[in-house]
């Protein structure tokens, strides 16, 4: 099992973004690390760990952020119609 | 040397045709009726955030490229390609493919703005316990009370905001799972999405979002389907 304190790692880079890149990156890194299937019985880092990259963002978000504007994360190839209509 | 996986694809799913973390070429394993995309390591990687985007980025490359992955979590690693068939041989992932077979995940987030971080914990007995006058005592206990039911009583309002959201998309939507949040007080709910719901979907919760004040509801996706693949 690895050390809790790899928590830290992924915040290094984590201070210097703007509010809404780093709401996609705590939902993103909720998921990588956190949900999604366990083979070998080891995790990386705790769920509270996780659930601390959304403490202080709350108080200057706009009411409704979406990962369309973070990099690379779109309905690109969900849908025929995806970024036509926008 | 060790395996590092991906996801898990239908059995005649292409080979991978994008580099993996820190830019290592993947490949395909067949197996018991599966195919998972693997990259060859030399040991378990250690967690960062370019990592963490690559990992996403491979298996959103599936989704792509028109395939429902199962996503695996950051960080599994077995030992070989003998190790991962012995691992596919006694783990049936058809139940799972089935369950996410063209869907995508969203989710919504339920974000109190009166929810502020805690103030750091001082451990029990440790420093400031000798500079504190005895009869600040019961008033700390009373303030810290307080603070316990207010934070309760955002977290039930975010559920509540959370279930009624749920209940309003659940026309779009083919799975659900809510949950309530402690730091900060609130609450996510995950919604497994048809991928040709996927618009309408994103269009009814942007609407939705606005009518919680002074609640924040915050719409991602779509993403790989992270949170509905646990056995």
């Given at each position: 099992m690895a050390e809790p304190n790899e928590a830290m790692e992924p915040l290094d880079e984590w201070h210097g973004l703007p509010d809404h890149e780093r709401l996609a990156l705590a939902e993103l890194v909720n998921r990588v690390l956190d949900k999604g299937v366990v083979v070998t019985g080891e995790v990386t880092i705790s769920i509270g760990g996780v659930d601390l990259l959304f403490l202080g963002l709350q108080l200057v978000l706009s009411s409704v952020e979406t990962l369309e504007r973070a990099e690379g994360l779109n309905l690109r190839g969900i849908t025929p119609y995806g970024r036509s209509k926008r | 040397m060790g395996v590092y996986l991906y996801c898990v694809l239908p059995e005649g799913?292409?080979?991978?045709?994008?580099?993996?973390?820190?830019?290592?070429?993947?490949?395909?394993?067949?197996?018991?009726?599966?195919?998972?995309?693997?990259?060859?390591v030399d040991a378990t990687p250690r967690v960062d955030l370019s990592r963490i985007r690559k990992h996403d980025r491979v298996i959103r490359s599936a989704m792509d490229a028109g395939l429902s992955p199962v996503p695996i979590r950051f960080g599994q690693v077995v030992s070989d390609d003998h190790a991962l068939r012995a691992h596919l041989a006694e783990h049936d992932y058809g139940p799972v493919l089935e369950r996410?077979?063209?869907?995508?995940?969203?989710?919504?987030?339920i974000l109190d703005p009166?929810?502020?971080?805690?103030?750091?914990?001082?451990?029990?007995?440790?420093a400031g316990t000798a500079g504190h006058a005895t009869g600040s005592g019961a008033a700390h206990l009373h303030a810290l009370a307080a603070?316990?039911?207010?934070?309760?009583?955002?977290?039930?309002?975010?559920?509540?905001?959370?279930?009624?959201?749920?209940?309003?998309?659940?026309?779009?939507?083919?799975?659900?799972?809510?949950?309530?949040?402690?730091?900060?007080a609130g609450a996510v709910v995950a919604h497994l999405v048809q991928t040709d719901a996927a618009l309408a979907y994103g269009a009814r919760a942007r609407e939705l979002a606005e009518g919680y004040p002074p609640l924040r509801i915050v719409v991602t996706g779509p993403w790989p389907p992270y949170s509905f693949v646990d056995r």
């Open positions: - | 799913a292409p080979e991978p045709g994008v580099a993996g973390l820190d830019g290592a070429p993947l490949r395909a394993v067949r197996a018991a009726g599966v195919c998972v995309w693997i990259g060859d996410i077979e063209g869907a995508v995940e969203f989710g919504v987030r009166e929810s502020k971080p805690e103030p750091s914990r001082q451990p029990e007995g440790a603070r316990f039911h207010a934070a309760e009583a955002r977290q039930a309002r975010a559920l509540d905001a959370a279930r009624d959201l749920d209940g309003r998309l659940a026309e779009c939507v083919r799975e659900s799972r809510i949950e309530a949040t402690d730091q900060p």
